[in-house]
């Protein structure tokens, strides 16, 4: 039609330019977004014909089109898109405010609403008001009876802005978006034509179950879900591919969340549906429906239950590489930021390859994200990638500590700074706390560098004290992870900082302090202890256990050095006696809880800690046949560490520690116990132990020929591990002699490590 008129055609033109318009916009084949631009290129060609004194009627359907576009213009700048949206919006009101049809006006206060809800200029509290009150006003003038459509669409848009509300409590507003969703949900399921409204309406309800703080959170999850599968009906992955694909990826992530006892079939499941959508796509298909289905599995193996983590992290990184290079960044700018901020949280996990690497592999990734996703274009995925950027350089190993350091903290600044805390508290208290831990660490490192007392120092008091505001910042009723985590690192740090207001060589003030710091520790695991349950998580039912032995063993050994402190007052020594029982009893019992749970197979390196801990407790003590006993459950957890199991660097540190403990403790046990020979067999399996892992470690300092003449030396080792651990299989002296020998040859090109 517009090809048979020309502009001197006047209003018949402008009426074909409006028309074809919506039919572009409307359109459900090619690219959206080039399908937005083409109908507001049309919609102001007809408005530069259009009077609306002479051609109200055309005017206002041109104009009430151009405003609707504008707002889901995701070209050029959204805000700038979202303000046309606004004065359009306005323009249209005001021109039928006092004589246009109800529903006339209804619709234009609705898109009104929407657009401020969407707008990014001004502060969000501000936006949501105003289209909580042109929406309010716009249900008022219609009724569900007169215009159902317009009704319903007000109500679910209502329910956004309740979602988003700043103001007032989150609990409350989301109820309220619950309400007004029940409302319009109730009208379309009237309407058989009103399909995808519905469907829409329900994936709304599936989001507000799933943020929902009232009722039963397992209860929630099931009906989340549940309205996530109504939605699936209507969006069909071939005529709403992305809808479709979206929606597959919502209710995946609402089955992760749930807290059942089939969590790993459920991933398991995930998985499996994901690779047969991608075996089933040809070599024709849509490149951005093959990268968001790669996403989803690269994000559902990082969060794999079952089989090797390591090799599960590995395929996670192949899919999410190949989801970045499918995603086309000038089109799709925010789903390939997503692709990349999964991609850098899977390098910040990966335990394959140098972990100085990997941290560099994130942090390039993070930085090229960041020059497209901008807080702007979307809040959520900006802010976790300067959470995953900080992360990285808080752990950098490569580059000045300090600096490092120093970088970390202006990055988590920056995120929490521009996080709404009242929108989302869990994501603001994560960013905060990582903010102060990087704070602590700073202040720790420089500690050490001091020649004088003119720089600031760490006022531990003080930061004990904001670290308590912020963790009570949210419930365990609401966010009970969030709140386990903060009240984690609350309780970590106050066994960790030096106590103020007493010199550490004053002995029995400094350990009276100590102690006092570990005692509040000890109080607030146990307090996390009934929300770890709830949630049947045994692992972190484990940790606290763990971390209470940790706490009472500090205490027992600060109150033995003060006993040694106190002699010639038996009063005082009397007391640190009877003390430092009650902290061993304590410790034995918390570490002997964490092992019921901490599997020598399963948790190999949690298990080692809390049985060489138990067995150094017992030595302390001259409970030798209990240490005994604990150092040979140890032994079994290191036989598997000797294996593949592939560790952070931080947890191989930590295994080694224990190894070496172990190889110096476990003899001595022996000899105790009047058994030399066992004794001698002990030092040399745990020196052969100790050796084996350190040389997995890729970064030991020795010269290339020294550390390839040990890794030569490994397999010969292996062999003679194998003889050792199996005494029946050969005469116990034999491999005992050999074994010295080999370690004096071996100690030899050693000794650089």
């Known amino acids: 039609a517009v090809a048979h008129l020309t502009k001197n055609d006047g209003v018949d033109w402008a009426r074909a330019m409006t028309t074809l318009?919506?039919?572009?916009?409307?359109?459900?084949?090619?690219?959206?977004?080039?399908?937005?631009?083409?109908?507001?290129?049309?919609?102001?060609?007809?408005?530069?014909?259009?009077?609306?004194?002479?051609?109200?009627?055309?005017?206002?359907?041109?104009?009430?089109?151009?405003?609707?576009?504008?707002?889901?213009?995701?070209?050029?700048?959204?805000?700038?898109?979202?303000?046309?949206?606004?004065?359009?919006?306005?323009?249209?009101?005001?021109?039928?405010?006092?004589?246009?049809?109800?529903?006339?006006?209804?619709?234009?206060?609705?898109?009104?609403?929407?657009?401020?809800?969407?707008?990014?200029t001004y502060s969000k509290e501000k936006n949501i008001e105003d289209a909580i009150k042109v929406l309010e006003k716009a249900l008022t003038i219609i009724s569900p009876e007169e215009a159902p459509r317009a009704w319903s669409k007000g109500q679910h848009t209502l329910s956004v802005a309740y979602r988003e509300r700043v103001r007032g409590e989150k609990s409350e507003n989301l109820r309220r978006a619950l309400e007004a969703n029940e409302r319009c949900l109730t009208v379309l399921e009237q309407i058989r034509s009103a399909r995808e409204s519905w469907a829409r309406a329900k994936i709304l309800r599936s989001t507000l179950l799933e943020e929902s703080q009232e009722g039963d959170r397992e209860k929630n999850l099931r009906d989340a879900i549940e309205a996530a599968k109504c939605a699936s009906t209507v969006f069909s992955p071939e005529e709403f591919p992305d809808d479709y694909s979206a929606l597959m990826e919502t209710i995946d992530s609402l089955r992760s969340l749930q807290h059942d006892d089939n969590r790993s079939e459920v991933m398991e499941e995930i998985i499996r549906k994901n690779e047969a959508m991608l075996s089933s796509l040809s070599s024709e298909s849509d490149s951005g429906?093959?990268?968001?289905?790669?996403?989803?599995?690269?994000?559902?193996?990082?969060?794999?239950?079952?089989?090797?983590?390591?090799?599960?992290?590995?395929?996670?990184?192949?899919?999410?590489?190949?989801?970045?290079?499918?995603?086309?960044?000038?089109?799709?700018?925010?789903?390939?930021?997503?692709?990349?901020?999964?991609?850098?949280?899977?390098?910040?996990?990966?335990?394959?390859?140098?972990?100085?690497?990997?941290?560099?592999?994130?942090?390039?990734?993070?930085?090229?994200?960041?020059?497209?996703?901008?807080?702007?274009?979307?809040?959520?995925?900006?802010?976790?990638?300067?959470?995953?950027?900080?992360?990285?350089?808080?752990?950098?190993?490569?580059?000045?500590?300090?600096?490092?350091?120093?970088?970390?903290?202006?990055?988590?600044?920056?995120?929490?700074?521009?996080?709404?805390?009242?929108?989302?508290?869990e994501a603001w208290l994560r960013l905060e706390q990582k903010y102060l831990q990087a704070e602590r660490v700073l202040y720790s490192l420089t500690a050490s560098e001091r020649e004088n007392d003119t720089n600031p120092r760490l006022e531990a008091d003080q930061y004990l004290e904001n670290l308590q505001a912020s963790a009570n910042m949210v419930s365990a009723k609401d966010y009970p992870r969030t709140w386990m985590a903060a009240h984690l690192f609350l309780a970590d740090t106050y066994t960790q900082v030096t106590p103020s207001g007493?010199?550490?060589?004053?002995?029995?003030?400094?350990?009276?302090?100590?102690?006092?710091?570990?005692?509040?520790?000890?109080?607030?695991?146990?307090?996390?202890?009934?929300?770890?349950?709830?949630?049947?998580?045994?692992?972190?039912?484990?940790?606290?256990?763990?971390?209470?032995?940790?706490?009472n063993a500090f205490m027992y050994l600060f109150t033995k050095v003060q006993r040694k402190a106190s002699v010639g007052d038996p009063e005082m020594q009397s007391k640190f006696t009877d003390q430092a029982r009650r902290y061993f009893e304590s410790a034995v019992a918390a570490h002997e809880a964490a092992l019921k749970i901490y599997n020598p197979v399963r948790s190999p390196n949690n298990h080692l800690k809390s049985a060489v801990t138990l067995g150094r407790l017992h030595a302390y003590e001259r409970e030798w046949a209990a240490a005994e006993e604990r150092f040979a459950s140890a032994a079994s957890a290191a036989d598997e560490l000797l294996g593949d199991i592939e560790l952070s660097e931080s947890d191989m540190k930590s295994v080694l520690r224990h190894l070496g403990d172990m190889a110096t403790f476990a003899p001595f046990v022996s000899l105790m116990l009047d058994k030399p020979k066992r004794a001698i067999e002990l030092f040399e399996?745990?020196?052969?132990?100790?050796?084996?892992?350190?040389?997995?470690?890729?970064?030991?300092?020795?010269?290339?020929?020294?550390?390839?003449?040990?890794?030569?030396?490994?397999?010969?080792?292996?062999?003679?591990?194998?003889?050792?651990?199996?005494?029946?299989?050969?005469?116990?002296?034999?491999?005992?002699?050999?074994?010295?020998?080999?370690?004096?040859?071996?100690?030899?090109?050693?000794?650089?490590?």
């Open 21 to 120: 318009s919506l039919a572009v916009g409307n359109s459900l084949e090619g690219n959206r977004l080039d399908n937005v631009e083409r109908a507001i290129e049309a919609a102001e060609a007809a408005l530069e014909i259009l009077d609306p004194n002479l051609h109200r009627e055309e005017w206002l359907g041109a104009t009430v089109n151009l405003a609707a576009y504008y707002a889901s213009h995701r070209r050029d700048s959204l805000a700038a898109n979202i303000e046309k949206a606004i004065r359009l919006y306005d323009a249209v009101y005001e021109e039928i405010k006092e004589s246009g049809s109800p529903l006339r006006r209804a619709r234009a206060l609705i898109g009104l609403g929407d657009a401020y809800i969407q707008r990014r």
């Open 289 to 425: 429906e093959r990268a968001t289905i790669l996403v989803r599995l690269g994000n559902a193996y990082a969060d794999r239950v079952k089989d090797d983590r390591s090799e599960n992290m590995e395929r996670s990184i192949e899919r999410l590489e190949e989801a970045v290079k499918l995603f086309d960044q000038r089109t799709h700018p925010l789903s390939w930021g997503s692709a990349m901020l999964s991609l850098a949280q899977s390098y910040h996990e990966r335990a394959r390859g140098l972990h100085a690497d990997n941290i560099e592999r994130s942090i390039a990734l993070c930085e090229s994200a960041l020059v497209v996703v901008s807080h702007t274009s979307d809040p959520d995925e900006h802010s976790g990638l300067l959470e995953t950027l900080g992360e990285c350089f808080f752990e950098r190993v490569r580059g000045d500590r300090r600096e490092n350091l120093k970088k970390a903290i202006e990055i988590y600044n920056t995120a929490y700074q521009r996080r709404d805390r009242d929108q989302n508290p």
């Open 502 to 551: 007493v010199d550490i060589n004053d002995v029995i003030p400094f350990g009276d302090a100590f102690c006092a710091n570990c005692r509040k520790a000890v109080s607030i695991y146990e307090t996390m202890l009934p929300t770890a349950d709830q949630l049947g998580d045994m692992d972190h039912r484990a940790l606290l256990h763990q971390r209470i032995g940790v706490a």
């Open 685 to 753: 399996i745990g020196r052969a132990r100790l050796l084996a892992k350190a040389l997995t470690l890729e970064s030991l300092p020795l010269l290339p020929e020294r550390r390839n003449d040990l890794h030569a030396r490994q397999g010969e080792l292996a062999v003679h591990e194998r003889r050792l651990l199996s005494p029946r299989l050969f005469d116990r002296m034999t491999p005992l002699e050999e074994s010295i020998r080999l370690r004096r040859e071996i100690a030899r090109p050693s000794s650089a490590a």
